[in-house]
């Protein structure tokens, strides 16, 4: 301790340090320090007190705060970006069901294939990605059909040979953990020949091994939609065991197909069962749907019938848009698990009568359809990534245009309107804050960072993982600045609305949305958040799905490192911040993340208390930042006795790289215990851990 890969202080810290480090004990370790070779960058540990000795906690439960602190600042946010939403939160197990051509851009494609070079060979026979031929040596038996579609712009004609089954698959996955039934829909329109088509699910690249199947009668010579069962053994098929579903037909038949579906018939309306168990789990208050798809995102072609809905290129993330995953879907997603819907409107390639329209549609179906909900104008509109950006000029009068649109229809809609990022936001925020007062009530900022990206050369692991942690200290300093210009502003009431946020480890081993040490930075800003609740008071972590959250790989659902921390703080329901004095140990660091490279007195252990769901809870939200150290601490709670048990949940892992995937889906997860308290008591906090105690008073 005492040091962290410290390069090249200024030299009248020399001296500072080695003082330092004398009253610390450690003055062998500051002489080593100083013939470490030269580069920039330090973490400085103003810890001056021996290492065994323990930190002292006062939580003054007699002196609750006023102030509210809004469960909004628990929200999380949906866009349909990598599986999030098709492959993710939406059930469906195949991909473009409708033979579409230019839904990848061509390095999607090429990626693709790379990964899976049988895609090359099907190409060629001219099947729209990723379907195969079911055997490749039959050579071309099959023509896309332009013009000619039961959906979108695009068929397949699959053309029979005597006494031969020709046909198409797709690799898929199967939740066989959980269920064996599945259930599907085809559109067919029968040419020539037999009228059977056949459908199956047979052993990957072994097409004798038919493991379920089913024949339909397609004899109509108009699109027709046909429905399937088909039902597997238990063990036929092992969990992340890839299967190929199938569509044949034999001898001389011929048959154009068209947007097919396959779905677990465990589906609840046609969203994936267990990621909404996770997701209801989260206790979310709030899901943005949002994000850079947004400024090309016409909300009219995810409306009415899934089946007649054109597939279209999500042209922000280069991948599918099948536009089954809609308006509708999204409400429907946000009742399920108890979540107020946020929705961002298009202000790139949209117009204001069109959002108008849009939240018109939605105040019809949500709720007591009264309105009121909150609409944000635009995302990051300041990015030259996304479709029809406004110029920093242009912001404030296409914000105004775009609110007067919703004030028409929704007098008590909640805008907020689209504000730039913390290391950059004067200028832009300055136009939209010169816009009329009722313009909006909130202005947007984002925190996406790649956190392994540091000022210092050359950094130790160590150096990159502690420069992270101190991230929500450095960014709470930025939210009050943000505040004082807001104040000093024609809008001296709105508040700022966290609508991305993310932690990012790129090139370097950091921690990351995928690790346990994104669990620390996650834990570390929803800290921030409480304690500035009064001036950001909502907040959406990147994501519900995939990121910070929910992934499905294969099939397997889990949570991400930080889906397990957020779960545990929004469960709690924290109503009003209760002020704690502690005397835990705190490190400065310089040169750090490039876009908050000094940041002063990051405590090591971080203590925020709260009152719970009545005044009868009081919950303990802390996180121990230092990467070796377990610390002993013993709390005091004045104006509050505790009933002898207390519950408490523990987030933490062999290692802050520890990853959960499709393999270990629960490497790290919240460990729910009981400890012994009273009015004072002692606790030992595990290192680069979160541990969450909720403490209920003893009956007077």
């Not at 851009?105 to 895609?119: C, F, H, N, T």
């Not at 949500?366 to 104008?377: D, S």
């Not at 304690?531 to 799905?545: C, E, K, Q």
């Not at 009868?616 to 990467?627: G, H, Q, S, W």
Request: proline share 6%.
């Amino acid at each position: 301790m005492g040091y962290c890969q410290i390069r090249n202080p200024k030299p009248e810290l020399y001296v500072k340090l080695l003082l330092r480090f004398k009253r610390a004990g450690l003055f062998a370790t500051a002489v080593s320090w100083l013939s470490l070779p030269m580069a920039s960058g330090q973490v400085i540990d103003e810890d001056h007190g021996p290492t065994d000795r323990p930190i002292h906690i006062r939580v003054h439960a007699d002196q609750v705060h006023r102030d509210v602190i809004p469960n909004t600042i628990f929200g999380s946010f949906l866009e349909p970006i990598g599986r999030s939403t098709y492959g993710g939160l939406w059930a469906e197990l195949l991909e473009n069901p409708s033979f579409e051509e230019g839904l990848w851009s061509a390095g999607a494609i090429v990626k693709m294939v790379q990964e899976r070079p049988e895609l090359e060979r099907a190409s060629q026979l001219d099947l729209p990605l990723p379907w195969e031929p079911l055997d490749a040596r039959q050579g071309n038996r099959y023509e896309p059909e332009r013009g000619d579609a039961a959906n979108s712009s695009q068929s397949l004609l699959v053309m029979g040979l005597p006494q031969a089954e020709v046909g198409i698959r797709q690799r898929i996955y199967l939740p066989v953990h959980r269920t064996l039934a599945y259930r599907g829909s085809l559109f067919i329109k029968h040419q020539s020949g037999a009228a059977q088509v056949y459908i199956s699910i047979r052993r990957r690249n072994d097409p004798q091994q038919v493991l379920a199947d089913a024949t339909i009668e397609a004899n109509k010579e108009v699109w027709t939609k046909y429905s399937f069962e088909l039902t597997i053994k238990l063990g036929q098929v092992d969990a992340l065991q890839p299967a190929d579903f199938v569509v044949a037909v034999r001898d001389d038949s011929r048959a154009f197909i068209d947007q097919l579906s396959l779905m677990p018939a465990d589906n609840v309306d046609g969203m994936d069962a267990e990621v909404l168990k996770l997701a209801k789990d989260l206790h979310t208050p709030l899901v943005r749907y949002g994000g850079n798809f947004t400024s090309s995102y016409h909300w009219k072609n995810g409306i009415g019938p899934a089946d007649q809905r054109s597939s279209q290129s999500n042209l922000a993330w280069n991948i599918p848009e099948y536009n089954t995953f809609g308006t509708e879907e999204f409400l429907r997603f946000c009742e399920l698990i108890g979540a107020q819907p946020q929705v961002a409107l298009n202000l790139g390639s949209g117009m204001p009568q069109e959002a108008g329209d849009w939240v018109k549609y939605v105040n019809a179906r949500w709720g007591n359809k009264q309105g009121g909900l909150l609409w944000e104008l635009g995302n990051e509109l300041w990015g030259s990534w996304n479709m029809g950006y406004p110029t920093r000029d242009q912001i404030g009068t296409r914000t105004e245009a775009f609110s007067a649109a919703i004030r028409k229809v929704d007098p008590t809609a909640r805008l907020i309107a689209t504000g730039a990022d913390e290391d950059f936001y004067h200028d832009w925020n300055a136009v939209q804050l010169g816009t009329p007062p009722a313009t909006f009530q909130y202005l947007s900022t984002h925190f996406v960072v790649t956190d392994d990206q540091v000022q210092m050369s050359n950094p130790s692991n160590d150096f990159v993982a502690l420069s992270a942690f101190a991230l929500p200290i450095g960014l709470e300093r930025r939210m009050k600045e943000m505040t004082e210009q807001i104040q000093q502003s024609n809008h001296k009431d709105a508040q700022i609305a966290f609508t991305e946020w993310l932690f990012v480890a790129a090139d370097h081993p950091a921690p990351g949305f995928r690790n346990m040490g994104g669990a620390i930075d996650t834990a570390g800003f929803l800290n921030m958040l409480m304690r500035n609740a009064d001036i950001v008071p909502i907040s959406d972590m990147t994501g519900i799905l995939e990121f910070g959250g929910i992934w499905k790989k294969r099939e397997q659902v889990y949570g991400a490192p930080g889906y397990w921390v957020l779960r545990s703080y929004a469960e709690e329901k924290p109503s009003r911040l209760v002020p704690t004095d502690s005397d835990a140990p705190q490190y400065t660091v310089d040169h750090g993340v490039t876009r908050l490279p000094h940041i002063e007195h990051v405590p090591w252990l971080e203590v925020v208390a709260a009152e719970g769901q009545t005044p009868d809870e009081l919950i303990l939200f802390c996180v121990n930042r230092n990467l070796t150290r377990d610390y002993r601490a013993t709390i005091q709670v004045d104006g509050f006795t505790p009933r002898p048990l207390a519950e408490i949940k523990t987030i933490a892992a062999p290692s802050i790289y520890t990853e959960n995937d499709e393999m270990e889906p629960e490497a790290v997860k919240a460990v729910a215990d009981q400890i012994s308290v009273g009015s004072s008591f002692e606790h030992v906090f595990p290192r680069a851990g979160v541990v969450v105690i909720r403490l209920v008073r003893r009956n007077r």
